[in-house]
């Protein structure tokens, strides 16, 4: 392990954290927010002091090998974390400090669980702030770093490969840098065309700027204690939804459309899966919603809103599309629903969005590999000699991937279930435990229970925040970089 290339990009990347506080700094001054002005005047400061030392005692000598590259991704969201949560606490939004951790933890990756009981009572400067961090958490804090810094010369591969969500990094250029600079470059245009979108329809535009923040980046953010659910609004559902749906999908999709390749989107076996997921799921939940009894379900009192079919499909749509992608947004508290629909949306949870996207959860194209690997050793139980490989996209994939794949799916149920027995041992009920870490693992926000989609997370045990905290990022960082940190082998020369 190279230890001064990893603390010198570390230190880099504490400066380009102690400049983009600059942002929310200005949104305190505009808004006259004066005790989160100094919040951010003092993080701001702290970063840029740790930052500046690092770079002056380390310098760069060599490039970035894998080693490296996994512990700079892995320490540079640990330290974002810890130094983003300066502003919740030093502004006294966030009484302690793990508090202001969990909350700064759920935006950097993405996951949107709260710890704020009312949410509308938080300064403009900090609801910002809280949204930012979700935005810049969604393409990734390293991707930034790319896509800002290539003067430095810093190899870009491993951290771009240690960063990006899926079996493999999809390469949009030869180049690591210009791949940076065109993810960012859609997600901007994603990010203004969503504000214009929203503004349209009537949201305040620091509202439309807040909700655009933690939608693209799939967090589920909001200004409001009821989510979506406060504007009763069937444009804003649809809107906030399609958004969803987009981010939710390969970003190099997105690419292809600027190359016109459309048959090869349209032949996507991820999109597709991911498509036909969420269509089947929306009319299962749907379907149930309406014939089942609304009182059954509603402690004892009918709920006229799902008796209509075309409610039912309107909650159902939303709900399913806002889990499928791990962003959580709500507009309907899903907690009430029959079991059965309660049930799927936790396995959508675990299964997540696609593939370098902004989404979490294991990721479709992942689920995809297991069921057709598995469907071929069904297969050669009948044929033993007969050779069939795996394809996606209409080509072969390797054995290299697809056993990364099952390692992968086996480590996160085995992780889920160790941080699930975690809580229950500090005398969290089952259902309120095995939720919490199912949507802070698939960095999707809403649980059950006493976590629900119109409850928060701050009834949770101190222990229990610093442990989801840890399934936030291990669910972020896909397992594997927060893991390999702990290794002695990784810090081997």
């Known amino acids: ?25 200005g949104v305190a001054l505009y808004y006259k927010d004066d005790t989160a002005t100094w919040a951010f005047i003092y993080t701001s400061i702290i970063a840029g002091i740790l930052g500046g030392l690092s770079k002056a005692f380390f310098r760069k000598k ?16 640990i330290v974002c974390i810890f130094l983003g949560a300066l502003p919740f606490w030093y502004s006294g939004v966030c009484v302690t400090y793990c508090d202001a951790v969990f909350e700064t933890a759920s935006g950097f990756t993405t996951t949107g669980a709260s710890i704020f009981k009312e949410v509308e009572i938080l300064p403009h400067s900090i609801l910002f702030w809280r949204a930012f961090t979700a935005w810049l958490g969604g393409m990734g804090i390293i991707v930034i770093f790319i ?12 951290l771009f490969s240690a960063e990006v969500s899926g079996p493999t990094a999809d390469r949009l250029s030869p180049r690591i840098g210009e791949t940076a600079k065109l993810l960012w470059f859609i997600y901007l245009s994603i990010t203004a065309s969503m504000i214009l979108a929203l503004f349209c329809g009537g949201m305040p535009i620091f509202d439309a700027v807040c909700h655009t923040f933690s939608t693209v980046s799939t967090a589920g953010f909001s200004t409001k204690n009821v989510s979506i659910a406060f504007y009763n609004s069937l444009y804003m559902e649809i809107a906030v939804a399609t958004f969803m749906f987009i ?4 970003f190099s999709l997105y690419y292809m ?18 498509a036909i997921l ?23 009192l009918k709920d006229e809103r799902y008796y209509a079919l075309g409610n039912s499909f309107r909650y159902a749509f939303f709900q399913v599309i806002t889990v499928c992608t791990g962003t959580g947004h709500v507009s309907a508290d899903f907690d009430l629903w029959p079991n059965a629909c309660r049930f799927l949306l936790i396995l959508l949870m675990f299964i997540g969005a696609c593939a370098g996207s902004t989404g979490g959860g294991i ?17 050669r139980i009948l044929r033993p000699r007969m050779v069939k490989h795996v394809k996606i996209n209409g080509e072969s994939v390797s054995e290299e991937i697809i056993t990364e794949s099952s390692v992968f799916f086996v480590v996160y149920l085995g992780f889920f279930g160790i941080c699930s027995l975690a809580l229950m041992a500090l005398n969290m009920d089952i259902i309120t435990a095995f939720s919490a870490v199912a949507t802070c693992m698939a960095n999707c926000g809403p649980g059950l229970a006493k976590v629900g989609p119109m409850a928060n997370f701050s009834e949770v045990a101190y ?9 936030m990022l291990l669910g972020r960082l896909e397992i594997y970089s927060l893991i390999l940190l702990f290794l002695p082998i990784t810090w081997k020369r």
């Open 278 to 300: 969420v269509f089947i799921a929306i009319i299962f939940v749907a379907l149930n919603l309406y014939f089942s009894q609304p009182e059954a379900y509603n402690g004892g």
């Open 463 to 471: 222990a229990g925040k610093w442990i989801l905290s840890f399934c």
């Open 62 to 77: 060599e490039d970035i090998g894998i080693r490296e590259g996994i512990t700079i991704v892995t320490l540079s969201w």
């Open 247 to 250: 981010c939710a999908c390969n």
């Open 257 to 274: 459309c600027f190359q016109k390749e459309f048959k090869k989107i349209l032949k996507n076996s991820e999109l597709r899966f991911f």
């Open 363 to 379: 990721k479709c194209v992942r689920i995809l590999l297991l069921l057709k690997s598995s469907m071929r050793e069904l297969i």
């Open 147 to 158: 896509a800002l810094l290539p003067a430095m010369g810093v190899s870009g591969y491993q």
């Open 1 to 25: 392990m190279n230890i001064p290339i990893v603390l010198y990009t570390v230190s880099n990347v504490m400066l380009m954290l102690a400049s983009i506080l600059l942002i929310p700094l």
